[in-house]
């Protein structure tokens, strides 16, 4: 099992390393980390292995920090196939300073990628939304419009309703579809995001002004969507799982 996971000692000093800046991360998370390091062997170090080092060393999560899994709206949301439903969502980061960071995001409903984001320090609008999904589809296609038709899901918000918003979707090869009214739950692959967002990345963090945050979202997003596990992706990142597939 990688020499015994590098021996006991090296392990827990490997553990201990990847926790200094993974604090919110639990022992599954965890062990994909260690095996990411060890990405060369054939063999892979247990979970199993990883739990009872970290329990014995006193760096499990404490229970109540561990998040369980929320039912989300009854509509299926994940698909088959990537490039087939984007969903997206708003929110927001208060600062220290009291000022507060406005950001809307895209999100693949099968890779989990965030494809892109917007960011203000006024509240969104329209326009934002607008520079955001040319953004999504160029950065996805290296193109101004899809190949072929995709669903936008998006909660019925102001700024996902309105019209210009709505119909530059169309032009851009989207298809925008809404949550169930009252229901903004049913977009939760999006709203799933944004806590995890926030749990490993905002709360973690000195967040002093909304410029600070400014400053950090891009590397943020990018740790995300490159080396964070995701237990939909088989405890791999967004992009290992697009090098996958």
């Not at 490997?14 to 993974?22: L, M, Q």
């Not at 990411?36 to 054939?42: E, T, Y």
């Not at 999504?136 to 998006?154: A, D, G, H, Q």
Request: overall charge positive.
């Amino acid at each position: 099992m990688v020499i015994y996971f590098v021996q006991k000692h090296l392990g827990r000093r490997i553990i201990r390393k990847i926790i200094e800046t993974r604090s919110t991360y639990g022992y599954k998370r965890i062990t994909a980390m260690v095996n990411n390091i060890f990405h060369g062997n054939k063999e892979k170090v247990n979970k199993k292995r990883i739990y009872r080092i970290m329990k014995i060393n006193g760096l499990l999560l404490p229970k109540n920090e561990i998040q369980r899994k929320s039912h989300t709206g009854t509509g299926k949301i994940i698909t088959l196939h990537s490039n087939t439903r984007w969903c997206s969502d708003a929110f927001e980061i208060r600062c220290f300073n009291d000022e507060k960071l406005y950001v809307a995001f895209s999100l693949d409903c099968r890779d989990r990628e965030a494809i892109s984001y917007i960011a203000s320090k006024e509240p969104l609008l329209g326009k934002d939304i607008q520079e955001l999904m040319i953004n999504t589809v160029e950065k996805r296609f290296n193109k101004i419009r899809t190949p072929r038709k995709i669903e936008w899901l998006t909660d019925r918000g102001s700024i996902y309703r309105n019209k210009l918003v709505q119909q530059l979707a169309r032009n851009l090869g989207l298809k925008p579809c809404f949550t169930a009214p009252y229901s903004p739950s049913s977009n939760g692959m999006a709203e799933a995001f944004v806590g995890t967002f926030k749990r490993d990345y905002v709360y973690v963090n000195d967040c002093y002004s909304a410029d600070w945050v400014l400053e950090h979202l891009e590397e943020w997003f990018y740790d995300y969507n490159h080396h964070a596990p995701h237990s939909g992706l088989v405890m791999m990142s967004p992009v290992q799982y697009q090098n996958l597939h």
